[in-house]
């Protein structure tokens, strides 16, 4: 989906974006928060935004799962799953902005089945039921906090991956890396923690 914005009002309110208007019922012959070109009523793009937070502890003898890359580190992450934070953030927003739920309701820690699970598959499913909801995703922007080890070199990869997953383009996500100057459990180096905002659209009849 795609909205082009361009500069200048209509008449009685209305939008105006090129050729076409954008404006309530009884402004522009009926239709209401549409796109309007030569007398037709064309689709609205619902938007809504949703935002995920998630935190994982720091132990011994596990891999580190950032994003769906495998980082070399002395610890990982502890979790039912592979504890990717970063991938449960945005599985998390994504849910949000949809109005279903959160991760923990579609994969519970307390089902067997999702012991070790990729959480690159999980946010396949999460996708999948946006989808069905008529919801593509429009961008989306995630943090990572970590002290160590430094995850820049990464976040490449992790864009790809994660990309890949939510069937988009590069472009529509970033993902940032910081520490957070030695304070808090991320700071005592106890655990990682990562936030995301997601903007998702649904192209709906007028």
């Not at 502890?78 to 934070?85: E, I, N, R, W």
């Not at 994504?94 to 012991?115: C, E, M, Q, S, Y």
């Not at 069937?167 to 520490?179: F, H, M, P, R």
Request: net charge negative.
């Amino acid at each position: 989906m795609q909205t082009i914005l361009a500069p200048g009002t209509g008449r009685n309110g209305t939008e105006r974006f090129g050729d076409w208007l954008v404006g309530e019922s009884g402004e522009t012959q009926g239709c209401r928060y549409f796109l309007k070109k030569d007398n037709v009523c064309g689709k609205v793009v619902s938007m809504r935004i949703g935002m995920g937070y998630d935190v994982h502890r720091l132990v011994e003898g596990r891999d580190l799962i950032i994003g769906g890359v495998k980082i070399p580190y002395e610890k990982g992450l502890l979790g039912h799953s592979d504890a990717d934070v970063l991938a449960h953030a945005i599985s998390d927003a994504l849910l949000g902005a949809a109005n279903l739920g959160d991760i923990g309701r579609h994969f519970p820690d307390t089902n067997p089945a999702f012991k070790g699970a990729d959480s690159i598959v999980l946010l396949q499913q999460i996708v999948e039921l946006l989808k069905k909801e008529g919801y593509g995703i429009g961008n989306v922007d995630a943090t990572v906090m970590a002290e160590r080890p430094k995850l820049a070199p990464y976040i490449p990869v992790m864009q790809e991956r994660l990309a890949a997953a939510m069937e988009i383009e590069v472009g529509q996500l970033n993902i940032k890396a910081t520490t957070t100057e030695k304070l808090g459990f991320v700071g005592r180096e106890e655990g990682f923690a990562a936030e995301a905002i997601v903007l998702i659209e649904k192209a709906t009849d007028k």
